[in-house]
């Protein structure tokens, strides 16, 4: 019998950084009996009594990871892109949002791209494990509501797609 991986203080550092660049303002996370409960403006008020107290990172932000040479360009304002009739496409899962098959690699797709039913858009990663998001139909990529890397909620919106059809 193999005794489970133990997750190491890289795997900490970046589940960390993940949390600082997404929008959720308090986490805790359990893996292999250590508990870690972090906020945005100290600990988390919900922490459980007696449970460990964990460091809150400094007030300076982590540092980023390094850029690539295939980061897709931010998304259009929202005023600026008209999203009526659009379909929005939403996560399958909690998990980390990515935008490309892995580091370097183009995008999926991009706004303006024309896609058909199934055709996979990005991949929202949960414990190593990456669950595809497809279109749902055919048609335009009017808006990717998600930032690359961040964390992401079970049924976010994460695109509008415009409909081939209308």
């Known amino acids: 019998m193999t005794t489970p991986e133990k997750v190491t203080h890289r795997e900490v550092r970046e589940i960390l950084r ?29 922490a459980a009594p007696g449970a460990a107290a964990v460091a809150t990172p400094p007030p300076a932000p982590p540092v980023p990871a390094a850029p690539t040479a295939a980061a897709p360009p931010p998304p259009a304002p929202a005023a600026a892109v008209d999203t009526t009739g ?7 899962a909690v998990g980390a949002f ?19 039913a199934n055709d996979q858009l990005a991949i929202v990663e949960v414990m190593k494990l990456m669950n595809p998001v497809v279109a749902p139909q055919a048609g335009e990529i009017v808006r990717v509501c998600a930032t690359n890397a961040e964390l992401v909620e079970f049924d976010q919106v994460l695109f509008l797609l415009r409909p081939n059809d209308g």
């Open 98 to 116: 990515w935008v490309s098959p892995s580091p370097g690699e183009p995008p999926f797709v991009q706004v303006g791209q024309q896609v058909e």
């Open 86 to 92: 659009c379909v929005e496409v939403r996560s399958p």
């Open 18 to 46: 993940t949390f600082h660049e997404s929008g959720w303002a308090a986490m805790t996370l359990e893996l292999d009996g250590m508990r870690i409960s972090v906020g945005k403006d100290g600990p988390p008020a919900a």
